[in-house]
């Protein structure tokens, strides 16, 4: 049973660039959340997509954009892409609240 | 504002003894508390969960302590062995839709 998949596992973006990461959740998982964890800081909430709606959101600026497709996978958009963006983003799957977090994507924005 | 603390230096232990890692909150009333271990450049993984209502949780090696007067969870690693090295990070949840807030992790290291 495959766990939460992410795509690409690294990526290089200038600034003001745009950029689109991909999620693959659990089998059996609805709920997708994602997470921004920059070096030695622990991760933040950036939203959470159930049922192909964005159900909540942390304090992250509209630059920050989501999807959430009928088969659960879900994508995260960023605009304009800042050097503050540089990080890991975390994808995590749930079903009534356990979760299971994917490897990340390296986002390095030079 | 709400704020989770964890443990900001390495714990340095000797391989064998009981590792106590430390998760201390403010501003906050969590309805449940995670555990989760993370090696570099990887996602975290589950641990423990203990709910508002539990004093305390085991599996395994692992114990975990939840002190909601303190504002303190405890996370104990007996019998600790260099392959425990990580950074653990504390996660609070409240009912509801079940986000997560993370406290930024303590590393801890075990040498043989």
């Known amino acids: 049973d495959a766990g939460v998949t992410q795509s690409p596992t690294h990526l290089i973006k200038t600034r003001g660039q745009q950029v689109t990461l991909r999620c693959s959740p659990k089998?059996?998982?609805?709920?997708v959340s994602w997470y921004q964890q920059a070096l030695g800081q622990g991760p933040q909430f950036i939203f959470q997509?159930?049922?192909?709606?964005?159900?909540q959101r942390g304090n992250f600026p509209d630059r920050f954009s989501g999807h959430q497709f009928p088969n659960y996978s879900s994508e995260l958009n960023v605009n304009a892409l800042l050097l503050g963006d540089s990080a890991l983003y975390l994808c995590?799957?749930?079903?009534?609240?356990?979760?299971?977090f994917g490897s990340g994507t390296r986002l390095t924005v030079v | 504002s709400q704020k989770i603390e964890q443990n900001s230096e390495a714990l340095n232990i000797q391989e064998g003894k009981t590792a106590t890692l430390t998760c201390n909150y403010t501003n906050y009333s969590p309805a449940y508390l995670q555990w989760y271990r993370q090696d570099p450049g990887r996602g975290p993984v589950f641990l423990l969960l203990?709910?508002?209502?539990?004093k305390e949780k085991r599996k395994e090696r692992l114990k975990v302590t939840f002190d909601t007067t303190l504002k303190q969870s405890l996370f104990h690693i007996t019998a600790s062995q260099p392959a425990d090295s990580a950074t653990y990070l504390c996660?609070?949840?409240?009912?509801?839709?079940?986000?997560?807030?993370f406290g930024k992790g303590t590393m801890l290291l075990v040498s043989p």
């Open positions: 089998s059996g998982h609805d709920t």
């Open positions: 996660a609070l949840g409240t009912t509801g839709y079940s986000t997560l807030t």
């Open positions: 203990i709910r508002e209502n539990e």
């Open positions: 997509y159930y049922e192909e709606e964005e159900r």
């Open positions: 995590a799957s749930s079903r009534d609240g356990g979760y299971t």
